[in-house]
């Protein structure tokens, strides 16, 4: 995607930081990065300063490495980090060894993205996606994590499409609608087709979890970030709906398995549908290959 922020006005420092932000959603695009900072700052001021500091310390540790430039423009060394600073001001109290927490969290996120970059370039390799976001904050946090607020909401129609909005601001751990709103402006304004894709994915969350009558987890927003996810991650092939389709169905039948073995969820059923989607897809065009005629008239064999 050709970079929306190459002016003299906006350094390059700042144009990797806002697509960190957008990474969060699988887009480059500084415009979505900065709604999605924005939605942090309105709706949960408590975890922006969190959210930054695991961003910059991201950027930071890949600048000093001597990390790919691209890769730290496009954010990919950024997003991680950015969502270990959000949870970990939402998980854990106020002291003096959150901020350097954090900063090691974000460093240490860019290094493992760096390790997984180097051995996944090729196309049989698969995306890292947030899985350093998730191991990282699985260690850290031994498990467990702050209970959600259970307050009753009556299911009504504005709720429930308030709900539909907080499936995308759940993916940063932001449940108010307003977040959901400016991502999912940020998403139209980088890439429409993945904006549609990421609010059908929130509402096929939204419907499954009312059908499994978890109406709290409904309602929140909490049914529907990882099929947002998976839905924004495979949406790419306008021909093949049936791909995303697909993810979104297994992030939703994986989620639950996550939580039986005391494992926080978090991003986990989206990487987890994402890559045996991949996987799946690579084996059926590897079959297909295999067993198409090589020897047909008119269409030899070459010879080594």
Not at 79 to 88: F, K, Q, S
Not at 110 to 119: E, S, V
Not at 209 to 218: F, G, V
Request: hydrophobic share 50%; charged share 5%.
């Amino acid at each position: 995607m050709p970079n929306h922020c190459a002016n003299p006005h906006c350094p390059d420092w700042a144009t990797a930081l806002l697509n960190g932000f957008s990474q969060v959603f699988l887009q480059r695009h500084p415009l979505c990065g900065l709604l999605c900072l924005l939605a942090i700052l309105l709706t949960a001021p408590a975890q922006f300063g969190g959210a930054l500091l695991g961003g910059v310390a991201g950027l930071l540790t890949a600048q000093r490495r001597g990390y790919a430039k691209a890769d730290r423009q496009a954010g990919l060394f950024s997003y991680n980090g950015i969502l270990l600073g959000l949870l970990l001001s939402l998980a854990l109290p106020w002291s003096a060894l959150l901020p350097p927490l954090i900063i090691a969290a974000g460093g240490l996120s860019a290094m493992l993205t760096q390790q997984w970059l180097k051995r996944s370039r090729g196309p049989r390799c698969l995306p890292a996606y947030t899985a350093p976001f998730v191991g990282l904050a699985w260690l850290l946090l031994n498990f467990n994590l702050p209970p959600s607020p259970a307050t009753p909401i009556e299911m009504t129609i504005p709720n429930l499409l308030a709900a539909h909005l907080s499936g995308l601001g759940q993916v940063m751990f932001l449940h108010q609608p307003l977040a959901g709103a400016l991502i999912a402006t940020g998403l139209l304004l980088a890439n429409r087709r993945a904006a549609a894709w990421a609010l059908c994915g929130s509402a096929f969350g939204l419907a499954f979890a009312w059908l499994q009558q978890e109406n709290a987890q409904a309602l929140s927003g909490l049914g529907g970030y990882n099929a947002a996810l998976v839905a924004l991650a495979l949406s790419q092939p306008a021909c093949r709906p049936w791909v995303p389709l697909a993810g979104i169905v297994l992030a939703l039948l994986l989620a639950p398995g996550f939580s039986a073995l005391g494992l926080p969820p978090l991003t986990a059923p989206f990487i987890l549908a994402c890559w045996l989607v991949h996987a799946t897809d690579r084996a059926w065009r590897q079959a297909c290959l295999d067993s198409t005629p090589c020897a047909l008239p008119g269409n030899h064999p070459r010879l080594p």
